[in-house]
């Protein structure tokens, strides 16, 4: 069964501070993809990134980079410079390719509650 | 365009009341997910329907709880009869179809937050 562990329950920081996010993930499917959403205080999920299992690329957006590393199942996050809206709960989360083309469930982990402060 | 659409935004019921929730996905959306929030376990996935036909429910908890999916716009989740345990955030989400695609990611609704007394 594929399992996402996000070891850091609440991490605080001070704005412009550097701050990483960790996500640990267990499958045993060869294809499958990794995803990070952003919960902030109004509740909503946002869809942040998502990487699929051959591409082991780090992507840059912005403040945003992910650095993906097969050899220990790791999809980690971080944010350069944080900022006080940045604030919010990150879920990391997998998604094994379903049979037949549909599209398939996502497991997530438990979240981290990012608090940057001013 | 629209994004997903739910409603309620919040409910308080009674215990032993019946709770309808609904959803409206994305427009073109083939893959419709019910999740639940709470502090203790996460979010978890209730059922999730492709093309209007339930592909997995082994997440929906007990009998009291069912979904339906009439046609490919309107989506229910029905708690019958509600308990206080039943309290939480429950998220709708759509995806776009794969024609033979990887998955994509999915788009989630602003939740119905649903309180029993």
């Known amino acids: 069964a594929q399992k996402v562990t996000q070891a850091q329950t609440e991490i605080s920081v001070v704005e412009k501070e550097d701050v990483t996010l960790d996500c640990v993930y267990e499958t045993r499917d060869t294809t499958y993809y990794l995803f990070w959403y952003k919960q902030p205080p109004s509740g909503e999920l946002v869809f942040l990134i998502r990487r699929n299992s051959f591409d082991e690329q780090n992507e840059i957006s912005g403040r945003y980079s992910w650095n993906f590393q097969k050899s220990t199942s790791s999809f980690n996050f971080t944010i350069t410079a944080s900022q006080v809206v940045d604030s919010a709960v990150y879920f990391c989360?997998?998604?094994?390719?379903?049979?037949?083309?549909?599209?398939?469930?996502?497991?997530f982990g438990k979240g981290t509650l990012l608090t940057v402060n001013p | 365009d629209a994004g997903v659409i739910q409603s309620p935004r919040h409910e308080v019921t009674e215990m032993g009341q019946e709770v309808t929730l609904r959803c409206k996905p994305i427009s073109g959306h083939n893959s419709l997910f019910w999740y639940r929030q709470t502090m203790m376990r996460g979010l978890e996935l209730l059922i999730y329907f492709n093309n209007n036909v339930p592909i997995d429910d082994s997440g929906m908890p007990e009998d009291r709880f069912s979904a339906k999916m009439p046609n490919a716009s309107f989506s229910t989740l029905k708690i019958q009869p509600s308990e206080p345990r039943d309290s939480a955030v429950y998220f709708c989400?759509?995806?776009?179809?794969?024609?033979?695609?990887?998955?994509?990611?999915?788009?989630f609704g602003p939740g119905t937050r649903l309180t029993v007394t």
């Open positions: 989400a759509s995806s776009p179809p794969t024609s033979g695609r990887p998955a994509l990611e999915q788009y």
């Open positions: 989360a997998l998604s094994e390719v379903g049979g037949g083309g549909s599209n398939y469930k996502l497991t």
